[in-house]
DNA sequence: TTTCAGTCTGTGAACGTTCCCAGAGAGGTG
DNA sequence: CACCTCTCTGGGAACGTTCACAGACTGAAA
């Protein structure tokens, strides 16, 4: 299958073009000082060699490699029933690639995977690390600060904040929107289901949701879910169980609101006209449901984009970077 | 942040351990001909200095990466709209780790991400390849031929089956069980909704389906989706249009089967009473509508085990490796 | 005792780059 | 004309491994 020649080096593209190794590298990497006759000829001499360039041989010698991890760290096997991941994956994966960097996919969902991606850190074989929702007091991020090796975030480190740049959406804000919507809707009881609190969307969201309603946010109408679709389906039926008359609920993810319609549908109630329902993410599954769910979109693409850009920053020797914060947009349907 | 002590080589670690590089490489490859006290003495010096392979090196020897590229071929955005893809993903990254290969996602979208594919392979960037929903004709698939790299694919390459090994779920069989039901259940007018048939499970499934109803599943009773939600709606649409007697109907992935079940919402149809629809994946998806879905299961998890396996298998040398097809399981729920 | 096979160890040479330094030539300035 | 600066080029050395080979030692067989 193929020419089994062996592939052509440097020495190789210098010998066509008749100039140095040097004067090749030179090019490869863009360096000043290539005349443009020199220049042409080596440009020429890689066409008709098919020369490319050993990137084992420039890590040894550069100490970079080239590639970036992106680390999920899910204790549960949840991990991409959530759509969240896939768009962050997708484009962050284009991104790098326009630098040529390319993008090596890690899972942390246990303490042996965790090793793992710290020896892997550890032993330099990536530039950079991607971090997508954190909890807080991940051992990971602690053993992270040991290592050379530069990092970002998706969503804010809680505890961390200062010392890992990252980018997010404004989930607090977003959370205001919705809630504000709720109670101009003219509802009444407005309960809330979050995600865990150890995660910046749990944490923040529920914030948002009592900036709006202040006291009257009190505990009987704050559940807790872990942004699965049935931990928001029993969440939902724990609210109802506990205050039957609430008239709205603001769920913290898109996933956990398609739970929270079961749970409602199970209890004979109508969404939006007994109960209304607020999402959060703007997913595909936000279509799927029935009815179609009221929520707020977070700009996902841009928040990768934007985190890739710190990664890269970061690698190429930035020092302070500040955490950029993107606006969200409400997002009405039918379920509210 | 962290010592910046120069990161400990073979050399230290031979010099700790009071041996040669070479014993101390021996060890590090578990190779024959090393004596237990050398042995023990070279794990003890690498505990002690922190040493930590440097691939870069190895590989620049070895001509081997220790990675391997995922590619996700997909013309449209549609990607990860599809949970298929997620199993896949966090399957094969796990397998593999377990033998400290590393997984590098690629998209092949468009013919420049394509060619960016080509030209990191050609570059030598990776052991192997692992094709996901590979398109007939593409071209990707004939410039890998060319390539000293090792292929699999998850799902049959039309046309060329017999020179990229692959492991699948049973779709012609899988087919047949769903539609077999459907019959069995009465419905006489029944309908497919299908995949692109240059996809095997666009084909397969609509062979299988042609298996049970043979010349009855005339050219009326046939629509073709893409794979997306709202391909599935358009389709069934279409269906409905053309052949509004229709009482059953067979998609082929449940998303696309939850587009069809807005369409059949839209005109008035009540599903199953009305209309019986079977989707296919058993996703997550099929768990979300309303009604769930009745389904065939197909066993992702063991297709992305079963990928990997000849992937390794392949990269160890390996020569003639016949396809994989696992059994699929009807999951019967609400919708039909 | 000699010979041989098997086990174990050390070392030079390579892998394909980049980095750095030395030096040649061109052009400008005092 | 001497000197300097800037541009451009070539080549030695290094990056950290593995590989192949040579040689030392051991124990058994002839």
Redesign the interface.
């Known amino acids: 299958?193929?020419s089994?020649a062996k592939?052509p080096t440097i020495h190789d593209v210098a010998a066509v073009a008749g100039v140095s190794r040097g004067t090749v590298s030179r090019v490869l990497n863009d360096d000043r000082y290539v005349s443009p006759a020199a220049h042409a000829a080596v440009k020429r001499a890689i066409a008709e060699t098919?020369y490319?360039?050993?990137?084992?041989?420039r890590?040894?010698v550069t100490q970079r490699?080239g590639?970036v991890v992106m680390v999920l760290s899910e204790p549960q096997e949840r991990?991409?029933?959530d759509?969240t991941?896939?768009?962050l994956?997708?484009t962050a994966?284009?991104r790098l690639?326009e630098r040529d960097v390319?993008?090596?996919?890690?899972?942390a969902g246990n303490d042996g995977?965790r090793d793992?991606v710290i020896?892997?850190l550890?032993?330099?074989?990536a530039d950079g690390v991607f971090l997508v929702s954190t909890h807080a007091g991940d051992k990971l991020v602690d053993a992270l600060?040991?290592?050379?090796v530069a990092a970002v975030a998706q969503g804010a480190v809680i505890g961390r904040e200062n010392v890992i740049p990252y980018a997010a959406a404004d989930d607090r804000e977003g959370a205001r929107q919705m809630t504000r919507y709720l109670v101009e809707r003219g509802h009444r009881r407005i309960a809330t289901i979050t995600g865990p609190l150890d995660t910046p969307g749990g944490a923040l969201r529920l914030e948002g949701f009592a900036d709006i309603l202040g006291r009257k946010a009190g505990r009987r109408l704050i559940e807790h879910g872990d942004y699965t679709?049935l931990g928001g389906e029993s969440a939902m039926a724990r609210l109802l169980e506990r205050s039957p008359d609430i008239d709205a609920v603001f769920v913290a993810s898109d996933l956990m609101a398609?739970g929270a319609l079961s749970a409602l549908?199970a209890a004979g109630r109508r969404v939006p006209e007994d109960v209304a329902v607020g999402g959060f993410d703007d997913s595909?599954?936000a279509?799927?449901?029935?009815p179609p769910l009221t929520t707020v979109r977070q700009p996902l693409e841009r928040v990768a984009e934007e985190t890739v850009r710190l990664l890269l920053a970061l690698i190429d020797g930035a020092e302070h970077l500040e955490p950029v914060i993107l606006p969200t947009t409400l997002v009405v349907r039918e379920s509210a």
Do not use: C
Not at 52 to 57: I, K, S
Not at 102 to 107: F, G, K, P, R, T
Not at 287 to 290: E, P, Q
């Open positions: 299958m193929g089994m592939r098919g490319v360039l050993n990137r084992a041989a890590s040894l490699t590639s991990l991409f029933e759509p991941f896939s768009v994956l997708r994966t284009r690639a390319s993008l090596v996919m890690m899972i995977d793992r020896r892997y550890r032993g330099g074989h600060l040991d290592i050379p679709q398609a549908r595909a599954v279509l799927t449901t029935h």
